[in-house]
C-alpha cells in the first residue's frame, strides 16, 4: 500500500507540474503580445511630415509601415515597437528623431495595427528580419547607415539582428535580460521563473555583439525593472553607453528628458 501509495503522490505532482507548465507557456503567449488595431493618432497630428506608407508583404500576411525619409545620406532608425499598441502610438518620439536630422522606418508586426497575420513568436521575429531586408534591399539604404532600435520586447529582435545582420548600431529601451527574470520580477515568492521560456534570453545573445550598443531606461520603470538594462550593458562588449532617465518610467524617456535621451541617440549615431 505504501508503494502505491507513493507511486500515486509521484504521478499526481507529476500532472500537476505538467498543468503548470502549461498553463505558464499559456501565459506567456498571451502576456507576451498585446496589440491594438486603432491608430489613435495620425502623423499629421504629431507634427510630422507625409510619410511613405507600404504594405510589405511577410510570411502569410501583409505588414503595415511607414517610412519617415531624412536627408539623402542620413543614417536612419529601423524601430522595432514593444508588445503593445501600434505604430501611430510610437509617433511622438518619431517625430524627435527627425529633429535630429534622421530618417525613421516603424512598422507593425502581424496582428498590430493595419498589418494582417496574427501576432505570434516566430512572426515576430520574421517579421522584424523582413523589415530590415525591406529597407535595405528594397529602399536602397546601406546596411552602415541603419541603426537598430529595440523597445521593450522588441530588443528581443533588434539584438538578433545586430548580430546577423550589417548595422550602424543598436538602441535599447526598456530592455529584459530574459523571460526567466522578468517571471522572478513578477512572482518574487514563487518559483515560476523555473517553469518559464529559455527561448528569449537577451543576456546570452548581447554578449556576442560587434556594434555599438545604447541602453536607455526609466529609473521608475515599474514593467522592466531597470536592473534589466543594467545586467544587459554589464554583459555587452564595448562600445556601449547605459542611460538611466531619472523618474521616466518604462516608454516615457524622450518626454521625461529629451535633452538626455536625444543626445544620447546623436551619440550613438553620428
Known amino acids: 500500500m505504501a508503494e502505491y501509495s507513493l507511486t500515486y503522490e509521484l504521478a499526481a505532482l507529476g500532472g500537476l507540474l505538467a498543468l503548470l507548465l502549461a498553463a505558464t507557456k499559456l501565459y506567456e503567449r498571451g502576456a507576451m503580445f498585446a496589440p491594438t488595431r486603432e491608430h489613435l493618432l495620425t502623423p499629421g497630428e504629431a507634427g510630422l511630415p507625409p510619410p511613405q506608407e507600404t504594405f510589405i508583404v511577410s510570411g502569410d500576411a501583409e505588414m503595415h509601415s511607414w517610412f519617415f525619409a531624412g536627408p539623402p545620406t542620413a543614417p536612419v532608425i529601423l524601430y522595432i515597437h514593444g508588445n503593445g499598441g501600434n505604430v501611430a502610438d510610437r ?41 530590415y531586408r525591406h529597407v ?20 528581443v529582435a533588434a539584438i538578433r539582428m545586430a548580430n546577423e545582420l550589417e548595422c550602424r548600431g543598436l538602441i535599447l529601451e526598456g ?96
Not at 560587434?210 to 515599474?222: A, H, I, Q, R, T
Not at 534589466?228 to 556601449?240: G, V
Request: proline share 6%; with cysteine; aromatic share 10%.
Open 136 to 155: 535595405v534591399d528594397e529602399r536602397g539604404i546601406k546596411p552602415s547607415s541603419v541603426v537598430i532600435l529595440g523597445q521593450s520586447l522588441g530588443a
Open 91 to 131: 509617433l511622438p518620439v518619431i517625430r524627435g528623431y527627425l529633429g535630429l536630422g534622421l530618417g525613421a522606418f516603424i512598422y507593425d508586426p502581424r496582428g498590430y495595427g493595419k498589418s494582417g497575420g496574427r501576432a505570434t513568436r516566430e512572426n515576430f521575429l520574421e517579421d522584424a528580419f523582413r523589415a
Open 175 to 270: 530592455a529584459f535580460v530574459s523571460v526567466r527574470e522578468v517571471a522572478r520580477d513578477m512572482y518574487p515568492d514563487l518559483p515560476v521563473w523555473l517553469l518559464a521560456s529559455t527561448y528569449w534570453d537577451n543576456e546570452k545573445e548581447i554578449r556576442k555583439l560587434k556594434v555599438p550598443v545604447l541602453l536607455v531606461c526609466g529609473s521608475m520603470d515599474e514593467t522592466i525593472n531597470p536592473r534589466h538594462s543594467k545586467r544587459l550593458f554589464e554583459a555587452a562588449p564595448e562600445p556601449r553607453e547605459l542611460l538611466t532617465v531619472e523618474g521616466a518610467g518604462h516608454a516615457d524617456m524622450y518626454l521625461t528628458a529629451p535633452e538626455l535621451y536625444y543626445g544620447a541617440i546623436a551619440r550613438l549615431v553620428k
